[in-house]
């Protein structure tokens, strides 16, 4: 594989996990605010919470997404150069 194509692989890999931990960080505060809310506010807060979590995961399955293209990425890379050696 190329640097340029191995190097963005891990910066897609990157900014996938760092989306999903800062959903994961909006979940909790969303939950925070949540579970103190005064009843007035209580159904928008839980729909905020909700959404939080539709977020969070949506930035998962973007995540193992993106490892798995990494890992089929580097699976081929090793077949190719298993190949290339023992064709030589």
């Known amino acids: 594989m190329s640097q340029g194509i191995h190097h963005s692989l891990i910066d897609d890999v990157m900014d996938a ?42 930035a998962s399955v973007a995540y193992e997404h993106s490892l798995r293209r990494s890992e089929l990425a580097h699976d081929r890379d090793k077949r190719r150069t298993t190949w290339l050696r023992n064709a030589a």
């Open 17 to 58: 996990y760092i989306a999903w931990r800062e959903e994961s960080a909006a979940v909790d505060c969303s939950y925070e605010r949540w579970i103190v809310a005064c009843s007035s506010d209580m159904a928008c807060a839980h729909a905020a919470y909700v959404a939080a979590l539709d977020r969070e995961e949506r």
